[in-house]
């Protein structure tokens, strides 16, 4: 299955201000995947990232809040803009394997985001 | 609406005992299905999942799962839970028609006891 190498593991950050966050795939995959898990809540879906195309957003994520790029087949970014303490969560990004390794989904390990 | 359902918010079980975690969906389509853990502070792992064929699933560390079409059910099993078992478990549910996305239940904590 594929690895994901995720980053920042986790970042402080000013409310106001914005924060990238990396997803790098060691192979390549048609479909990226965003989630955001809030303090003890399950994981919801932002949007699903297409090489290529603009990203899908899930209703309640909006692309000025969370813009995404997709520049090539193994790499992509959320960015969490003008944050607030209410965007404190954990971001996952999320990939499926192809056949090989029966379409199962892989995660990043996280980001951790604080803001104060 | 599309849903996936975890009862359990907690389950406590001793060491040694026996494990069943629930999970329902309410898809009329069929689907693909999940089982993740996360342990505090870790990333999410897979446990097993079901596409076809054989509706029992054998996955790691010992979890299997039964898909049950008429219920709607995947519950998650283990015939002896471990200490190391207790982390939060999440069931998943693809619908390809929908365009891949994976939806996860709100989890269930598992706490285990001496």
């Known amino acids: 299955s594929a690895v994901i190498s995720q980053k920042p593991s986790r970042d402080i950050c000013q409310r106001g201000t914005s924060l990238t966050i990396q997803c790098q795939v060691d192979?390549?995959?048609?479909?990226m995947f965003w989630y955001r898990q809030q303090p003890g809540q399950s994981l919801t879906l932002i949007a699903t990232?297409?090489?290529?195309?603009?990203?899908?957003?899930e209703s309640g994520f909006v692309i000025d809040k969370f813009p995404i790029s997709r520049p090539n087949l193994t790499f992509s970014t959320l960015t969490v803009s003008n944050m607030s303490p209410e965007d404190s969560s954990i971001y996952l990004c999320?990939?499926?394997?192809?056949?090989?390794?029966?379409?199962?989904?892989?995660f990043g390990s996280g980001t951790r985001l604080t803001v104060v | 609406a599309q849903s996936v359902t975890q009862p359990d918010i907690h389950i406590t079980v001793s060491e040694g005992a026996s494990l069943e975690l629930r999970c329902n969906y309410s898809?009329?389509?069929?689907?693909?299905l999940f089982w993740y853990v996360q342990s505090p502070g870790q990333g999410l792992q897979l446990l097993l999942k079901?596409?076809?064929?054989?509706?029992l699933v054998q996955g790691i560390k010992g979890f299997e799962a039964e898909f049950k079409r008429s219920q709607s059910s995947f519950n998650l099993r283990k015939p002896s839970v471990h200490w190391s078992d207790a982390a939060e478990y999440f069931c998943?549910?693809?619908?390809?028609?929908?365009?891949?996305?994976?939806?996860f239940g709100a989890g269930t904590i598992l706490r285990v006891k001496s």
């Open positions: 999320s990939v499926q394997g192809d056949g090989s390794s029966g379409y199962g989904y892989t």
């Open positions: 192979s390549q995959v048609t479909m």
């Open positions: 990232a297409n090489q290529g195309s603009e990203a899908t957003y």
């Open positions: 898809y009329g389509a069929t689907p693909y």
């Open positions: 079901y596409f076809s064929g054989d509706t």
């Open positions: 998943a549910v693809v619908i390809m028609e929908y365009g891949n996305k994976l939806v």
